[in-house]
């Protein structure tokens, strides 16, 4: 079967066997924690088009310019380019290719629903570059297994702020909550497929054990300091449930699970740290 | 912004879930949703069309239960 017909199955059939991967994960049982708030705190609730008060307003375009998927970010479209560079010169079989195909498109599907939001909440910043500032996206992908660690922990990271955002004060984002918080899940397992794929032949469990020092700290920051004096006012404002210490406990503990299924040795935790 | 897509996805999502689990229950139960808010939206006539019929489908829902 030549490559086209691999891509024009696949395409015909309408999905891969595995594609989207959040379809088997949410099947085995919810796979994220729950979220708890701690702290009394009011209740908000703000609507597109409602006045929003000053700090929050503040806030949640902060919130929004991390997050960055949003199709007028050119820093966005530029790192998506990266991703189909990489699979287009990196990728191990023409499965793994359609596999990649999918997750650009689903990426794009939210730089649409997060640009929608935008212009609800400010016509400028609809198109407001935001080149991303986190190291984690940075880091060289070198390789396949890069790529894997990517997909496995940065997206996982999405997931756990998009689980966060079901309670949020701002109704849109809770509303879109579910469709990004299971699509970046599916990203995440992606990843996690791909070393699995990797970690089957001893040399590639190698280098995924070797790289694992890289992308685990890397992880670990993208939550923040645990001293973030904007923490406590995102959740006094219903913006976040849990202040940055926790969410990250909750992620570690996600993905030590995942990654000592794959017979992987953890590094320290607070080894090549820069965010504590 | 129109969430009526994104509706339509979480309740044919979690069709998809249930299927792939197994179960059948929980499958037919969300496919039904589904339909109902396809019923109460694309499918009725224009003057009928509610801005959002993610509550109303919920509350056809319940009422089957009962």
């Known amino acids: 079967m030549s490559d086209l017909d691999v891509i024009r199955d696949a395409e015909e059939r309408g999905r891969t066997e595995l594609w989207p991967f959040w379809r088997r994960a949410y099947a085995d049982g919810d796979p994220l924690p729950a979220f708890t708030c701690r702290v009394s705190r009011p209740r908000h609730r703000f609507d597109e088009g409602d006045p929003l008060p000053e700090e929050y307003r503040g806030l949640l375009l902060k919130m929004l310019r991390h997050e960055g998927e949003r199709a007028g970010n050119k820093s966005f479209l530029g790192f998506m380019a990266t991703c189909l560079d990489l699979a287009e010169a990196l990728f191990p079989t023409q499965e793994m290719k359609v596999l990649k195909a999918e997750y650009l498109a689903e990426e794009l599907k939210h730089a649409i629903m997060f640009h929608r939001l935008a212009v609800g909440l400010q016509h400028d910043f609809a198109l407001r570059d935001v080149p991303y500032a986190h190291y984690a996206f940075h880091l060289p992908r070198e390789t396949w297994a890069d790529d894997a660690f990517f997909h496995f922990f940065v997206d996982l990271n999405g997931a756990f702020h998009a689980r966060d955002w079901r309670e949020s004060s701002y109704v849109p984002l809770a509303k879109m909550s579910a469709t990004v918080e299971r699509d970046e899940l599916g990203h995440s397992e992606m990843g996690y497929y791909f070393l699995i794929q990797i970690c089957g032949e001893r040399k590639g469990k190698a280098l995924v054990q070797h790289l694992l020092g890289k992308w685990y700290p890397a992880a670990l920051d993208m939550f923040g300091r645990s001293d973030s004096p904007n923490a406590p006012k995102f959740i006094q404002w219903g913006l976040k449930s849990v202040d940055n210490a926790e969410i990250r406990g909750l992620y570690k503990a996600y993905v030590d699970r995942k990654l000592r299924a794959l017979d992987l040795e953890l590094p320290d935790e607070r080894r090549n740290r820069r965010f504590l | ?66």
């Open chain 2, 1 to 66: 912004m129109d969430f009526r897509h994104i509706e339509l996805t979480d309740l044919l999502s979690e069709a998809l879930i249930a299927v792939e689990a197994g179960d059948r229950v929980r499958a037919e139960t969300a496919l039904r949703r589904a339909l109902r808010w396809v019923e109460a939206d694309w499918l009725a006539t224009p003057s009928d069309a509610p801005a959002s019929t993610a509550s109303t489908a919920l509350a056809h829902d319940d009422d089957e239960e009962d």
